[in-house]
C-alpha cells in the first residue's frame, strides 16, 4: 500500500484524485486551506484523511509531512487563479498565486523528498495548465506560474531522476471545476467549441492521468508533461 499525498484535495481535481488513489487501495492524505466542510465529506467518503494546511507557509508544510509520515507518492495540485488584466492586477495578488502554485509546490516537493530519498523510489506528479504552455489573456499571474511549474518538473526530473524518484505533470485543458464557475457561459461554449474533441474535460479524467504517472506502468516515464485538453494545445 503506497502513502500518496494530494495538495489542494477537497474539491475538483483534487478530490477526484483523492478518490481515484483510495479506489486503487492507496492510503492517502489530503491537504486543503479552508473547504473544511468538503474535506469532512471526502473522508467519509473515502477513507482518506484530511489536513488543513497553507502550502506556502513552510512551517505548516513541515508540521503537515511530519504528521503523515514517509510519502510514496505526491501530486501537487493546489492552485488559485485569478482573472484580470495586468492592469487590475496588483503585485500583492501576483505574489500571492505564485506562492500557492509555485512556492507551495516547491515547499512540498521539498517535505516530501526526505523519505523518498532514503527509499531511492518515489513519484511526483505536478499540475500544471495548457495555460502555462501558451498563456491565457488576462490570467498572467496564473499563466506564469503554471509555466513555473512546468520548469520545475523538468529540472526535478533531472535532478531526481539518478536516486529513482519520477517526477512529470500534467496540463489539464479547461475542466468543469470550481475554478470556472464565474466564466461566462459564452465564453465557455466557445471554449469548448475549439477544443478538437468538442467537450470540456472532467476532473477525473484528469485525475486518471494522474494516477498513471503515479503508477508502475508508467515506470520508465519521467520529465513528461502530458496534455488532457481534448486537444485543445497539441
Known amino acids: 500500500m503506497r502513502r500518496v499525498v494530494i495538495t489542494g484535495g477537497s474539491r ?6 483523492v478518490r481515484r488513489f483510495t479506489a486503487a487501495g492507496d492510503q492517502v492524505y489530503f491537504l486543503y486551506e479552508k473547504s473544511t466542510e468538503l474535506a469532512r465529506q471526502l473522508e467519509q467518503e ?28 505526491l501530486v501537487n495540485n493546489a492552485g488559485i487563479v485569478d482573472y484580470n488584466p495586468i492592469n487590475w492586477v496588483s503585485a500583492e495578488t501576483f505574489r500571492r498565486v505564485m506562492d500557492v502554485n509555485v512556492t507551495g509546490m516547491f ?14 523510489k518515489g513519484a511526483i506528479v505536478n ?29 526535478l526530473a533531472k535532478e531526481l531522476g539518478p536516486s529513482g524518484i519520477r517526477v512529470n505533470a500534467v496540463a489539464p485543458g479547461v475542466i468543469q ?24 474535460g472532467k476532473p477525473e479524467q484528469v ?9 508502475e506502468q508508467a515506470s520508465f516515464v519521467t520529465g513528461t508533461l502530458l496534455d488532457v485538453s481534448g486537444g485543445f494545445v497539441m
Open 127 to 155: 499540475v500544471s495548465s495548457m495555460w502555462g504552455r501558451v498563456g491565457s489573456s488576462c490570467e498572467v499571474a496564473y499563466s506564469t506560474s503554471k509555466a513555473a511549474v512546468i520548469g520545475m518538473t523538468k529540472a
Open 207 to 215: 485525475a486518471d492521468a494522474i494516477w498513471y504517472l503515479a503508477s
Open 107 to 120: 515547499l512540498c516537493c521539498k517535505a516530501a523528498l526526505s523519505g523518498m530519498l532514503q527509499q531511492q
Open 12 to 17: 475538483g481535481i483534487g478530490a477526484a484524485t
Open 46 to 73: 473515502t477513507g482518506a484523511v484530511g489536513i488543513a494546511c497553507d502550502i506556502s507557509q513552510e512551517d505548516a508544510v513541515n508540521r503537515a509531512f511530519r504528521q503523515i509520515g514517509p510519502v510514496d507518492v
Open 177 to 200: 471545476t470550481d475554478m470556472v464557475k464565474n466564466v461566462a457561459p459564452e465564453v465557455m461554449e466557445e471554449l469548448r467549441q475549439e477544443t478538437p474533441l468538442e467537450q470540456l
